[in-house]
């Protein structure tokens, strides 16, 4: 079968909670995102938009629908599905997720860890390369601790750029960063789905970002607005 979307997504449902707590915080969701494409979901706070990227990102149990990623079903999917289809996304993450005990360049360096055939010489030039490109080319042997905010999801960008990933879903990205930053690092992301066929899914509130979109999807609670 011809894979012609990265992503393909009809009637997920979700739900939190159990018995009366039971809440369901998606609604019938169905888009797909082809290969190269990028797209922006946006919606106010606590609609959804999270959620339904952990179950993109293979990071929580499909409870109903169909969620295909690179053509794998992920509802009923096993572990080691979804494990290896994790080694193909990039997800960036508000919280950054960096390690604590590993500099800058190191940290960019595990992404590119995950790249077959690559010696240990050319990751660690392409995690400067990445940080370049990220402007923060002075801070490479830097801790997390010794970094701002901003500068710490500049690294976590360049390291999810780093894995070349397939599919990139990322949680309002430049919420931590000023205007001039921020349009650097979606432009950058723009670049990597031309460059690489991967197909991005930004998660966002900043208007100033909006036209990097090849398509906006607006939700509001737990439903697609048409
Ligand atoms: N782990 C969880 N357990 C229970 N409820 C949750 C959990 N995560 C999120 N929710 C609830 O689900 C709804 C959607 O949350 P979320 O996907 O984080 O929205 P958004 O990212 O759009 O702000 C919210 O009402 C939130 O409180
Ligand atoms: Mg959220």
């Known amino acids: 079968m011809a894979i012609s979307s990265s992503v393909q997504i009809k009637s ?42 952990t179950l993109i990102g293979a990071l929580r149990k499909v409870q109903e629908g169909d969620l295909l ?4 079903q992920l509802r009923g999917s096993r572990r080691k599905t979804r494990q290896e289809l994790r080694r193909h996304i990039g997800m960036i993450f508000q919280g950054h997720n960096l390690l604590r005990c590993l ?18 010489r050319s990751r660690r030039d392409q995690a400067r390369e ?12 830097k ?12 690294v976590a960008i360049a390291r999810a750029l780093a894995a070349r990933p397939k599919l ?3 949680d309002e990205p430049t919420a931590a960063l000023d205007s001039v930053t ?19 899914l930004i998660v966002t509130h900043d208007p100033r970002i909006l036209d990097v979109a090849d398509r906006l999807l607006n939700m509001e609670d737990g439903c697609l607005i048409p």
């Open 182 to 200: 921020g349009r650097e690092v979606v432009d950058l992301l723009k670049k990597l789905a031309r460059e690489q066929a991967s197909s991005v």
């Open 103 to 120: 500099t800058a360049e190191q940290n960019v360096q595990m992404g590119a860890d995950l790249l077959p055939g690559t010696s240990y």
């Open 130 to 141: 990445w940080l370049r490109e990220v402007g923060l080319q002075d801070e490479l042997r």
């Open 12 to 53: 997920v449902s979700h739900w939190f909670g159990k018995g009366t707590m039971r809440r369901k915080v998606l609604n019938s969701i169905s888009f797909d995102i082809a290969p190269g494409e990028v797209v922006l979901l946006t919606g106010p706070s606590g609609c959804g938009k999270t959620t339904l990227l």
């Open 168 to 170: 990139l879903l990322a």
């Open 69 to 72: 990623v690179f053509g794998n």
């Open 143 to 154: 801790l997390p601790h010794d970094l701002s905010g901003g500068q710490k999801q500049r």
